[in-house]
C-alpha cells in the first residue's frame, strides 16, 4: 500500500491509458460509435475521420437575405405586414417575407429572395407606410439557426450518414453556414441543400371564369409523412402521408365543394390539357408543380360519405421514384427559410474531396507523427544521454497522444488536419515542459535526498502551470468561437495541456523520483 500511495499519479496515468486504449479498440464502442454524426470509421481503431481525412463535399456560403431592424408594425400583424413588403417588391412572394416580432409593435423584417437590397427593401418598407432603424445586407441569427436545423434534418432524412452543419462567423463578422458531408459526390448534396424544400398540395378546378388554384394542404397539415415507395404496378411512386384530424374534416369539405372528390373520382389531365381537365391535386415544390393527379373512386367516395376524415390517409403521386424520396425528405425536414448563396456568382464555395485523397492525407499525417516522435526522441537523448531520464519523457509524452485520441474515440469527434496538428502541438509543448522538469531537477547535481527533489520539482511546476494557464487562455477564443478548422485545433491544444498538468507531468515526476533518488 505504501507503494501504490507513493507512487499514485503513476498508477492513475496507468488506468487513464488503459481506459483510453479500450475506448480506441473496444468492438463494443465502435458498435456505439457506428451511427455516429460525422464520419468514417478507421477500420482498425474506433477514430472518427472527418472530411479531410476521409473524402466527401464541403460547402460554405452565407444565407440570401436583407434585413431591416427595429420595423414599427403598431397594431398590424405579421402575416399583414408580409403581404404589404411583398406587394412592394417585384417578383417577392408572402413566402419569401419573414417578420419576427421582438416586442409587441416592433421586430425585424427579413427578405430572402436573390437581387433584393438593402435600399429596395427601405424602399419597400417606406412605400408600404413602416418605419425603421436601418437596413442591411444578410439575415437575423435565428433564420440562421433555424436553417442550420432544418438541413441537418434534410441531410439525415436523405441518409446521408454522417453529414453535419453548423454556422461559423468569419474574423470580420460574417457569417456562413458550413455543410460537410462525408463520402458523398459534390453534384448530390448541392442539389439537395439548394433546394428550399416548400412542399403544398394545391387544388387546379373549374369555375364560372376558367380555372382556379388554391393551396388546401401545407407541410404543417401533415400528421406523419411515410417512406418514399416505388409504386406497384398500374401505380407511380409516391410518399403515403396522414392528414392531422384537425385539419382533415375541412380539406375533406374542400375535395367535395371543388370537384376533386367528385361523384366516381376525378381524372387528372393538368400537364396535357390544363384547361379542360377534371378538378386536379397539384404537388408543389419549390413553387414549381412537380406532379398533378386526380381523385380515385374509392376515395372519392369515402370523402363524400364523410368517412375518409376519421382515418385521413392518401398518398402523393410523382413522376419517379427519386422526386417521391425528395418530395418525403422535404415534408419531414422542412423548408428552410432563407437559401444557400451557392450559386457561380454567390458568395459560397463547394468542394469534393476524393476518398483516395483522404486516405493519402491519413497516411501522411501518421508518417508526420512518427517523424515527430523520432525527431524529439533524438533530440531528448542527445541532451541528456541518460536513458533513465529520457525515455519516461518520450514515453510519458506520447501517453498524452494516447489519452487524447481514446478521448476522441470515446465521444466520436471527427479527426481531421487541424486536430492532427494539436496532437503535433501536444507532442512538442509536452516534451518542452518534461525538459523543463528534468533540467530543474538535474540543475545542482544529483538528487540527494526526495525532499530536495520535491522542492526542486515544485519551483520547475510552477513554470510549467504558468505557461500552461497562458497557453489555454491563449486558444480559449479559437475554442469556443465558430472558425472552422481551427476550433478542433484550439480544442485538442487545450486538452493535451489539461492532460499534461493534471496528469502526465505528475507522474513524470514520480517517475524521475523513483528513478533519481536514493
Known amino acids: 500500500m505504501g507503494v501504490v500511495r507513493e507512487n499514485w499519479r503513476i498508477f492513475l496515468l496507468i488506468v487513464v491509458l488503459l481506459g483510453s486504449l479500450f475506448a480506441l479498440f473496444s468492438p463494443t464502442m465502435a458498435q456505439d460509435g457506428a451511427d455516429a454524426p460525422g464520419l468514417a470509421s478507421s477500420g482498425a481503431t474506433n477514430l472518427q475521420y472527418g472530411l479531410q481525412l476521409s473524402g466527401g463535399t464541403r460547402i460554405r456560403a452565407p444565407l440570401v437575405g436583407v434585413t431591416a431592424t427595429s420595423v414599427e408594425f403598431g397594431e398590424t400583424q405579421p402575416p399583414q405586414v408580409e403581404q404589404d413588403v411583398a406587394g412592394q417588391l417585384d ?113 387546379y378546378y373549374p369555375t364560372d371564369g376558367g380555372y382556379d388554384r388554391e393551396t388546401v394542404l401545407e407541410r404543417d397539415d401533415f400528421q406523419s409523412i411515410g417512406n418514399a415507395q416505388q409504386g406497384g404496378e398500374g401505380q407511380l411512386p409516391h410518399v403515403p402521408v396522414v392528414v392531422r384530424e384537425s385539419v382533415a374534416a375541412d380539406f ?60 385521413p390517409r392518401f398518398i402523393l403521386q410523382t413522376q419517379n421514384f427519386s422526386e417521391a424520396r425528395q418530395v418525403a425528405i422535404n415534408l419531414r425536414a422542412g423548408a428552410l427559410p432563407a437559401p444557400l448563396d451557392i450559386g457561380p456568382d454567390g458568395e459560397g464555395t463547394s468542394s469534393f474531396i476524393a476518398p483516395s485523397q483522404g486516405q493519402s492525407f491519413r497516411t501522411d499525417s501518421l508518417l508526420t507523427g512518427i517523424i515527430a516522435v523520432f ?95 497562458t497557453t489555454i487562455i491563449a486558444m480559449s477564443p479559437l475554442a469556443v468561437l465558430s472558425l472552422g478548422d481551427l476550433q478542433g485545433f484550439a480544442i485538442f491544444t487545450i486538452l493535451g495541456v489539461l492532460v499534461g498538468v493534471l496528469l502526465t507531468r505528475p507522474a513524470y515526476g514520480d517517475i524521475l523520483r523513483a528513478l533519481l533518488t536514493r
Open 91 to 203: 417578383g417577392v412572394t408572402v413566402a419569401d417575407v419573414i417578420v419576427r416580432q421582438q416586442t409587441q409593435t416592433t421586430g425585424t423584417v427579413e427578405v430572402t429572395v436573390d437581387g433584393v437590397t438593402p435600399e429596395q427593401l427601405g424602399t419597400a418598407l417606406d412605400s408600404a407606410g413602416y418605419t425603421y432603424e436601418n437596413t442591411r445586407e444578410g439575415v437575423t441569427a435565428e433564420t440562421r439557426s433555424q436553417t442550420v436545423d432544418i438541413l441537418s434534418n434534410k441531410i439525415n432524412e436523405a441518409g446521408l450518414s454522417g453529414g453535419t452543419v453548423q454556422q461559423i462567423q468569419t474574423p470580420t463578422g460574417e457569417n456562413y453556414v458550413l455543410i460537410e458531408v462525408p463520402d458523398e459526390n459534390r453534384q448530390r448534396v448541392v442539389n439537395l441543400v439548394n433546394q428550399r424544400g416548400n412542399v403544398r398540395v394545391d387544388a
Open 252 to 311: 375533406q369539405q374542400r375535395m367535395v365543394q371543388t370537384g376533386v372528390a367528385s361523384q366516381g373520382g376525378s381524372r387528372c389531365r393538368y400537364e396535357t390539357a390544363p384547361n379542360s381537365t377534371d378538378p386536379c391535386l397539384l404537388l408543389v415544390v419549390d413553387g414549381q408543380v412537380v406532379n398533378s393527379f386526380g381523385m380515385s373512386p374509392g376515395l372519392a367516395a369515402g370523402m363524400r360519405s364523410g368517412d375518409w376524415a376519421q382515418d
Open 375 to 469: 525527431a524529439v526522441a533524438g533530440v531528448v537523448f542527445l541532451r541528456y544521454g541518460e536513458v533513465e531520464v529520457a525515455l519516461p519523457m518520450i514515453v510519458t509524452a506520447l501517453s498524452e497522444v494516447v489519452i487524447l485520441l481514446g478521448f476522441a474515440a470515446g465521444i466520436g469527434y471527427p479527426l481531421d488536419l487541424s486536430v492532427i496538428a494539436g496532437f503535433i502541438a501536444v507532442i512538442g509543448t509536452g516534451v518542452d515542459d518534461l525538459i523543463i522538469i528534468a533540467d530543474e531537477v538535474m540543475a545542482e547535481g544529483d538528487v540527494n535526498s526526495r525532499r530536495v527533489f520535491q522542492s526542486r520539482f515544485k519551483k520547475a511546476f510552477w513554470v510549467i502551470g504558468a505557461a500552461a494557464a
